[in-house]
């Protein structure tokens, strides 16, 4: 596993290295701690979090299946650009309670790290000696933690399955076929190749300016173009458009901020559906959300999508340098073709 740079370190406010393994699952990690009264965690079976030092007293009592939902949710946070999500009780209650992936999810993901790790044709995913091995593999644990497994008999069943369907060869380890080429290819076929990002957004008159001085630059400085539904001409329905256009788009930025209405509490946000119907369209095709929201929003976000890393902006200068690097951690510049 990997080591922090001393940037990283200095910036983390680490003091010292623990002679802890990872909290999660008990397995080797490098365990720090911060002077902020917390520990980072690195760790190949849970990826890299920050958490109290009680995080395994807190949940001793956890499934492998409840820690694996936990492990899935630091590993996106990771995908997203969070290097070091905090494992606060808001975000433990949330995975506690979170419902396991599907099997082609699961499968999805499985590609996904590939991707993520630079698979080539004929590169091996596991040699035979690793895979035939009782001892953990950095590698092994790093596809458990993408796949949400929970136990290492799940992922021995996953990769079982993936060579009866034709996706993977077992001669002297497990590598891909040519059917599962295709099908790692299959995930980036939805607007792989064009420049075009879909926003979805209350099209309020108090967000024109958010829109055009804080989203639309951010995108064009790491080459990509912001498209709004209610800014093209078409006789079609609406929904058919919305859907196409996502089909169209690269990924998808979300901004949540919503209008309001006096209530007894206080301000009550009146939720944009549309925003959170887009978003979940395009996770269902495996494409990359951008999750923001005006920072004194955050806490009118749903609670089911309140678990994503939301960029909380503060006007539209800051969304335009925060939404710019989260691109370019997440998704990456786009270079003139």
């Known amino acids: 596993m990997r080591d922090l740079d001393e940037w990283t370190k200095r ?12 909290p999660i699952w008990g397995q080797p990690a490098r365990v720090y701690n911060s002077v902020q009264g917390g520990w980072v965690v690195l760790s190949d079976r849970s990826g890299t979090y920050m958490c109290a030092p009680g995080l395994r007293e807190s949940i001793q009592h956890w499934s492998p299946e409840k820690k694996a939902n936990l492990t899935s949710w630091i590993n996106e946070q990771n995908r997203l650009g969070e290097p070091f ?36 044709p004929g590169d091996y995913i596991l040699p035979s000696q690793v895979e035939n091995s009782t001892d953990n593999h950095p590698a092994e644990h790093a596809i458990m933690r993408w796949t949400e497994a929970a136990t290492e008999r799940e992922l021995r069943g996953l990769f079982s399955t993936l060579v009866s369907e034709g996706l993977m060869e077992n001669q002297h380890g497990l590598r891909l076929t040519g059917r599962g080429l295709s ?62 256009e996502i089909r169209r788009s690269r990924f998808v930025v979300a901004d949540f901020t919503c209008g309001t209405v006096p209530g007894e509490g206080g ?42 890393n939301h960029i909380a902006w ?24």
């Open 267 to 308: 301000a009550v946000g009146v939720p944009r559906g549309g925003v959170y119907y887009e978003a979940g369209f395009a996770q269902g095709l495996g494409m990359p959300v951008i999750w923001t929201v005006r920072q004194d929003q955050i806490g009118l976000v749903h609670f089911d999508t309140r678990q994503f």
């Open 85 to 120: 999500p905090k494992l606060l009780p808001q975000a433990l209650e949330e995975a506690w309670s979170a419902k396991p992936k599907r099997f082609r999810e699961k499968v999805d993901q499985f590609f996904r790290y590939l991707q993520s790790i630079g698979y080539r």
């Open 183 to 244: 099908r790692m290819d299959d995930l980036d076929a939805t607007g792989a190749e064009t420049d075009q990002v879909f926003v979805a957004m209350w099209f309020g008159d108090e967000m024109s300016e958010v829109y055009e001085k804080g989203i639309v630059p951010a995108l064009a400085e790491v080459g990509y173009k912001a498209f709004r539904i209610d800014q093209k001409e078409h006789a079609n329905k609406i929904d058919d458009e919305i859907i196409a």
């Open 11 to 22: 910036n983390l406010l680490i003091n010292k290295e623990l002679d802890e393994a990872d």
């Open 314 to 337: 503060t006007d539209a200068d800051d969304l335009r340098v925060r939404l710019s690097r989260r691109v370019a951690a997440v998704v990456g510049e786009r270079r003139a073709r």
